[in-house]
């Protein structure tokens, strides 16, 4: 048994845990006001180093416990923390209730269909439901979607603190937390990374429109938002200018987010997404241009998708001018510059502004030279 004394420390971070295991720690004195980063939380967790309040009786193995962590207010969200507060207290009771337990259920069969489709690789991705106000279900760290049994879940509130389950919860149900407080329909997130789909979020592209019906109606415009650092709280925050008109948003570098009414559904509009992607994909091989759905056809799908309840950022009809029904205007292209409407700046790449100028030049040149 060796106990650490970093009572000095305000911040926790992953570089103080792992020097502490470095120095066969099996313990770590921290002050009341300490805060702690959720890798490094897991960090602990995994090497199953105790984490100890300097008030008396507080002792708590970082796996098993989190509430000294948690009357620490041990979060790496510290300014969202005050706010915590004044919501409902958490009830760690709704882990257990039947409900739960078929959630459970639903997550385990989820996460398996994520690794037979290959969307999720070593332990990537997450799964979680928000099953009260101030209680979210989650997948743990460090555990393959096809391993994954009910005992692996854990809960969190909505700050992002473990309050039931063994396991410690993904780092990146921040992600989760983020949707869950902009989007009240929200009861379910997937995230993953099917290659297709991830292969436009690595090149900053998006699809185009009124190509499949599917895709439409269940999916439609996608966003994609800017690359930050997994895990951190500036990576969970990118995401929000997107999720109330997206059900689906690409993460640049990174792979894709979803949410929906219920966990199966969520992980219908990433086989949705990743198929379309693919298809587009496989099409564009044939070396010859995309038959497109109509304007008209697409309101008709837009109508469908209104009576379904789910999101579209063409129903903004005050957005409607910049927010066009499709990009028939680039006709062959399978891999757009985002549009204004897909929240980016709306301002072409340096290099698409170069290829127009190149093409605008070519084509004046091509006509002078014809006279
Ligand atoms: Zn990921």
Known sequence: MKSIDLTGHKLLAMRDAQSAHSAGATSILVCEKCVLTPSARDFLAQNNIALVTSAPGKAASASAQVDAARAAQLSAHGANSGAALSKTAPNPRLFFTPEAEAIKKEICAVGRKLWMRQFVDG??????????????????????????????????????NQIAGTKPRTSEIFLHLEIYKAVSEAKSCVHCHPPHATAYAITGRVPPNLVIPEFEVFVGKVAISPYKTPGTAEFAQTVIPY????????????????WGDTVTHAEWYAEVLETYCWTLMLAAQLGVPISRITEEQGSDLLAIKKKLGLPDIRFDTSRMKECQLSDLEVPNSIALTPTPCDGSTGRPAEADLEALIKSVTDAVMGAIGEK
């Open 123 to 160: 332990n990537g991705g997450n799964i979680s439901y928000r099953i009260g106000p101030n209680e979210v279900i989650c997948t743990p760290t460090l555990v393959s979607k096809f391993d994954l049994t009910p005992e692996d879940l854990s809960m969190v509130d909505l700050e992002g």
């Open 243 to 258: 999720v109330k008109q997206h059900n689906t948003v690409l993460l640049a570098n990174h792979g894709i987010i979803c």
